[in-house]
Structures are given as C-alpha cells and as structure tokens.
C-alpha cells in the first residue's frame, strides 16, 4: 500500500536568540566578560543560541577573526547560529562553518541600498530629486501600527516548558521552575513566577513583566535582566512589576 503521507513539512514560527554586539576585538577581553555574564546566570545561558553582531567592530574598522570568535564562544557553552554585520571576509568564514548571514538589515540601510543603486543607473540631479521625494514620502506617511493579539495560557507552565508569544503574554496559573516564558511585548502572571520570564525579547524597552508573586529565577526585559540572586529581597514572593530606566531594571511593588 502506497505511503501518500508528506517526509517533511516546513511551518512559520518565530525563534529567539540573544544577540551578542561585540565592540573591541580583544580576545582575551572578550572571553573574561563572557565568563563573568556566564556565571551571573549559568541556567539561563546553559546551551543557548547566539547571533553575533560584529557591525560596531567593522564600523570602526577593528579587526576580527570571525573562526576565533566562534570557537570562544562555543568554549564558553554558547551556539553561534547566525552572524550579521559582518565583512565580506567575516560572512564567508561564517559559510564555512555552516553559520548562517543574517540577512535582516535597519531601515535605514535600505534607504542608502536603494539610494546608491539609483544613482548608478541616472544622472547625479535626477537621483537627488529622487532621493529627496522618496525621503518626504517616508517622512509623510507614518508607520501603520500592526495589531498583535496576546497570548493567553490557562495551564501551569511546568519546569522544561518554553513559551513565545509574538505579543503580549498572560498565564493565569504558575510558572514553575525551569520554565520559560517569552514574549515580544509585556508579560503578566496572575499567579507565581518562579521560572524565567522574558519581556521585549526583540528589543521593546517598554514591554513590562507583571506577576502577582514574584519567585523568579530570571526576569529580563529587552536584553537587560536579573537573576534571582540580584533581586531585592523586600519584593519577593510579592505583586510587583518590573519595567526598563536607562537599562536598568527597575521593580516595585503593585498596591
């Protein structure tokens, strides 16, 4: 009997992974400060993901060896699983250890892409002219806001779970240890947390983590976060939120 049933199948998801910026090219410097974040919170970087971004050593003209970094880093426990910014150079040795470019590139890259390709297909004036209708364009026409809905989980989140939400985050039940909850826009815990909760992953310094009894393990916000060793002991097992001031995580109590 014929087996009609499809070897694989691909499906739209989103994957987080930190991104790491490096702005000096000293090995040794490097590998110390990573050591040193490693051992701030050794559960939430045990076996994690990483994206190097090496576009503020190639802006100021810094050499680096991207085979070297991608060697410490696995040294240290990290999986480098993407490069972006990188050189010419940097993006092929990236190839040939089968680390994938990040293609994502800032509007305003773009901007200049488009703008230097037009210039070398028309008179210099004529791509001024151009340039400068395209610039009011984007300047008149603002950004249409993109309605994300929230993600609502009724279930406890048990220890080894990991949920991401494309929005905002809301668990009505416990998050127990070991797990992990991620969201690209605020979190909420209407009971306790005591796992790793992480709000603004893809950079939104606004996002904010709310829980009715706080226990975390970890809380992070854009990047910035605090282990459970960090946390101030007056707002444990408390309602609190937690909220970004000049990448300092701040964390108050709700009365």
Same mark, same amino acid.
């Given at each position: 009997?014929?087996?009609?049933?499809?070897?694989?199948?691909?499906?739209?998801?989103?994957?987080?992974?930190?991104?790491?910026?490096?702005?000096?090219?000293?090995?040794?410097?490097?590998?110390?400060?990573?050591?040193?974040?490693?051992?701030?919170?050794?559960?939430?970087?045990?076996?994690?993901?990483?994206?190097?971004?090496?576009?503020?050593?190639?802006?100021?003209?810094?050499?680096?060896?991207?085979?070297?970094?991608?060697?410490?880093?696995?040294?240290?426990?990290?999986?480098?699983?993407?490069?972006?910014?990188?050189?010419?150079?940097?993006?092929?040795?990236?190839?040939?250890?089968?680390?994938?470019? !990040?293609?994502?590139? #800032? *509007?305003?890259?773009?901007?200049?892409?488009?703008?230097? =390709? +037009?210039?070398?297909?028309? /008179?210099?004036?004529?791509?001024?002219?151009?340039?400068?209708?395209?610039?009011?364009?984007?300047?008149?026409?603002?950004?249409?806001?993109?309605?994300?809905?929230?993600?609502?989980?009724?279930?406890?989140?048990?220890?080894?779970?990991?949920?991401?939400?494309?929005?905002?985050?809301?668990?009505?039940?416990?998050?127990?240890?070991?797990?992990?909850?991620?969201?690209?826009?605020?979190?909420?815990?209407?009971?306790?947390?005591?796992?790793?909760?992480?709000?603004?992953?893809?950079?939104?310094?606004?996002?904010?983590?709310?829980?009715? !009894?706080?226990?975390? #393990? *970890?809380?992070?916000?854009?990047?910035?976060?605090?282990? =459970? +060793?960090?946390?101030?002991? /007056?707002?444990?097992?408390?309602?609190?939120?937690?909220?970004?001031?000049?990448?300092?995580?701040?964390?108050?109590?709700?009365?």
């Amino acid at each position: 009997m014929p087996n009609n049933l499809p070897v694989l199948e691909f499906k739209s998801s989103t994957f987080f992974a930190p991104i790491l910026i490096l702005f000096d090219n000293d090995i040794v410097s490097i590998e110390e400060a990573l050591e040193k974040k490693v051992k701030l919170a050794p559960e939430f970087f045990k076996d994690s993901s990483l994206i190097i971004d090496l576009s503020e050593i190639n802006k100021h003209n810094k050499e680096i060896d991207f085979v070297q970094i991608a060697k410490l880093l696995r040294r240290v426990g990290f999986f480098p699983v993407g490069i972006r910014g990188g050189s010419e150079q940097q993006n092929q040795q990236a190839r040939e250890l089968f680390i994938p470019i !990040d293609t994502v590139r #800032e *509007l305003t890259n773009l901007i200049i892409t488009d703008e230097k =390709s +037009e210039s070398d297909a028309a /008179q210099k004036d004529d791509s001024q002219v151009t340039h400068t209708i395209k610039q009011e364009t984007i300047n008149a026409i603002p950004p249409r806001p993109v309605y994300v809905a929230a993600t609502l989980v009724t279930q406890p989140v048990r220890s080894g779970q990991r949920i991401y939400a494309s929005g905002d985050l809301i668990v009505m039940s416990q998050v127990s240890a070991g797990a992990e909850i991620m969201a690209e826009g605020n979190i909420h815990v209407y009971n306790t947390l005591r796992g790793r909760a992480l709000a603004g992953v893809h950079g939104n310094t606004a996002a904010r983590i709310f829980c009715f !009894d706080m226990q975390a #393990e *970890l809380i992070s916000i854009a990047g910035d976060y605090k282990t =459970s +060793e960090d946390l101030n002991k /007056q707002t444990y097992r408390n309602p609190v939120q937690i909220y970004l001031q000049n990448h300092a995580l701040i964390i108050t109590e709700i009365v």
